[in-house]
């Protein structure tokens, strides 16, 4: 079946790079995603990289994709405090819908003065 | 904003107690979800509703029934709840076929006494 696992927890020093892990089961899947969700919030989509990508670049944040590995990890550089949340992932087939979105547990980062 | 609505922030209700949430969107989208969120869990897809109409039921218990009245609104009536039940309630929208993401609300912080 499919599964998504990730790190519950991460701490980072402000000013350092966080890297949040995330590995994937589903070797059809197409699309994965990052998602964000502050204290007493939803979630918010940061990023999605397509797996025929093995990087993508968006001012703080990289994704690298390793497709054969079935990893996918997340940087963040010059963390800074407003970035502690709860970062998901989640992927799905590319003929998929979003009821077909599988999600990871998240991992809660919290950033450190 | 993510343009997705959901109301109250947060309820506490008893197991013997009738409630529903709401959730609305303007995003012009023909699909609406149901998501349970529970600590260091994924993501339980409950319900999915595309053109007003139920597609999926992930073998939800019958204290939790959905209602979709339009492709903007979609409820989740509550009645004789248990304290596991207790939750963050999820609801989002996209437009299918799935083009990028899912939009979430922020959420109903649900706790049963």
């Known amino acids: 079946g499919e599964d998504v696992e990730q790190s519950l927890f991460l701490s980072v020093r402000e000013g350092d790079s966080s890297v949040i892990n995330c590995t994937y089961t589903d070797s059809s899947s197409t699309y994965l995603y990052w998602y964000k969700q502050e204290p007493g919030a939803g979630l918010q989509l940061l990023t999605y990289?397509?797996?025929?990508?093995d990087m993508k670049q968006d001012q703080r944040l990289t994704v690298l994709l390793n497709k054969k590995d079935k990893h996918l990890s997340l940087r963040i550089a010059d963390t800074q405090t407003g970035d502690s949340a709860i970062y998901f992932c989640?992927?799905?087939?590319?003929?998929?819908?979003?009821?077909?979105?599988?999600f990871g547990s998240g991992t809660q980062l919290t950033v450190l003065p | 904003e993510t343009g997705v609505t959901q109301t109250p922030r947060h309820l506490v209700m008893g197991m013997t107690n009738k409630k529903s949430l709401k959730c609305e969107q303007h995003?012009?989208?023909?699909?609406m979800y149901w998501y349970k969120q529970s600590a260091k869990k994924p993501l339980e897809l409950m319900f999915v509703?595309?053109?007003?109409?139920?597609?999926e039921n992930n073998s939800v218990p019958s204290r939790f029934s959905p209602e979709c009245p339009n492709s903007s609104h979609l409820f989740l009536h509550l009645h004789t709840l248990q304290p596991e039940d207790s939750a963050l309630y999820l609801c989002?929208?996209?437009?299918?076929?799935?083009?990028?993401?899912?939009?979430f609300g922020q959420g109903t912080r649900l706790t049963v006494v």
């Open positions: 990289i397509f797996s025929n990508m």
């Open positions: 509703y595309n053109f007003k109409e139920q597609t």
């Open positions: 989002a929208s996209s437009q299918e076929p799935l083009n990028t993401e899912a939009f």
């Open positions: 995003l012009g989208h023909n699909a």
């Open positions: 989640a992927e799905r087939p590319s003929s998929g819908s979003a009821r077909q979105l599988t």
